[in-house]
């Protein structure tokens, strides 16, 4: 285990040791729900410049300054819903590739031991 307090990569809660067979369930839970976060959070940034590059008013709420915090507020709720469905396909895809750090899933080390044991048991 790292004597870090803050843990790996001075992230809180990510240890750089081996994590209890009981672990694998949350470290997967809060591996999907960081990778919709940020999913979210690119499409949020997507929607702004989007916003940024159009000319003219807004067809829905007008230029006044409480327009645009309505428009933004709305930007953000819709990136948070996009982001919540994985609609973009960005947080599957950093799913699949940071799904190799999460520590091994217990019922599959109980399926290979299990298989490990009955290929003994044949040999005899």
């Known amino acids: 285990m790292s004597s870090d307090p803050t843990g790996a990569w001075g992230l809180p809660g ?3 040791g081996p994590a209890p067979k009981d672990d694998y369930g949350r470290q997967k839970a809060r591996l999907v729900k960081a990778t919709r976060d940020l999913e979210s959070v690119f499409v949020g940034i997507m929607l702004k410049q989007m916003r940024k590059s159009m ?5 829905l709420f007008g230029k006044s300054p409480e327009s645009r915090m309505m428009q933004e ?5 819709t990136a948070q819903q996009i982001g919540s469905t994985g609609s973009f396909g ?4 950093l799913y699949k590739s940071l799904e190799k ?15 490990i044991a009955d ?5 005899r």
Do not use: C, H, W, Y
């Open 14 to 16: 990510i240890s750089s």
């Open 55 to 59: 000319a003219g008013d807004s067809l």
């Open 73 to 77: 507020m709305q930007d953000d709720v």
């Open 90 to 93: 960005i947080a599957t895809a």
């Open 101 to 115: 750090t999460l520590p091994s899933n217990p019922s599959d080390e109980i399926a290979r031991q299990s298989i």
């Open 119 to 123: 290929a003994k048991n044949s040999e």
